[in-house]
């Protein structure tokens, strides 16, 4: 196996992935294998999502891939956002804006802040069915920090740097990052094959 289609097209992601996964496979993106659709991700679950995405494009394109999920779980929250963190502050579009900026709202005046970002990686691989899972504790604070990434990456400081995302930029934010840990998994099970 030399080639792996990445259920993205979200640059941001597609680089911290590459620079995990290495030269060694060839990763293409939806665009690259021609698949402009609107993959559902109606599972109540990360797990469910990540495996509705892959089986979508190994179902559709017959191709090895991977598919990610993450969500943002605040303990304030009950764990939520979690599965619903891309449509939180409107339920029929993604506004990564307007989702922080709920979150701050949501949070003003609580004591507990803590919160974990958690990725679910779903590999298809010769049909086989593959889950690899990476958490990240932290903080949120009361604003927005830095400019950095994607996302809420201006609003989640992890607990081993003390800073948000978006204060450290890419590198840094790759060494502990839920996305990178899953992937880092994914990664050493490609290798050991
Ligand atoms: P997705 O499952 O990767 O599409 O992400 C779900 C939601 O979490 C979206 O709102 C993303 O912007 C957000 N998200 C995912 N990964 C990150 C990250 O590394 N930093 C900040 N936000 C993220």
Do not use: W
Request: aromatic share 8%.
């Amino acid at each position: 196996m030399n080639k792996l289609v990445v259920a993205t097209n979200n640059a941001h992601k597609l680089s911290e992935i590459r620079a995990i996964i290495g030269d060694d496979i060839e990763l293409l993106t939806l665009a690259d294998i021609n698949c402009f659709d609107d993959i559902p991700e109606t599972a109540d679950t990360l797990e469910g999502n990540a495996l509705q995405k892959a089986r979508y494009i190994y179902e559709k394109y017959g191709v090895d891939c991977f598919a990610d999920d993450t969500g943002l779980e605040v303990t304030a929250l009950g764990g939520g956002p979690g599965v619903h963190t891309a449509r939180y502050a409107y339920a029929d579009r993604h506004d990564p804006k307007a989702n922080t900026e709920k979150l701050l709202r949501e949070l003003e005046g609580a004591a507990d802040r803590s919160a974990q970002f958690r990725t679910v990686v779903a590999l298809i691989l010769g049909g086989e069915e593959h889950l690899f899972e990476g958490i990240v504790r932290g903080q949120i604070p009361t604003e927005e920090r830095g400019t950095d990434g994607f996302g809420y990456d201006p609003v989640f400081a992890p607990e081993e740097l003390g800073k948000t995302f978006a204060e450290v930029g890419p590198e840094v934010k790759n060494e502990v990052s839920h996305r990178a840990r899953a992937v880092k998994k994914l990664a050493a099970f490609l290798k050991s094959l």
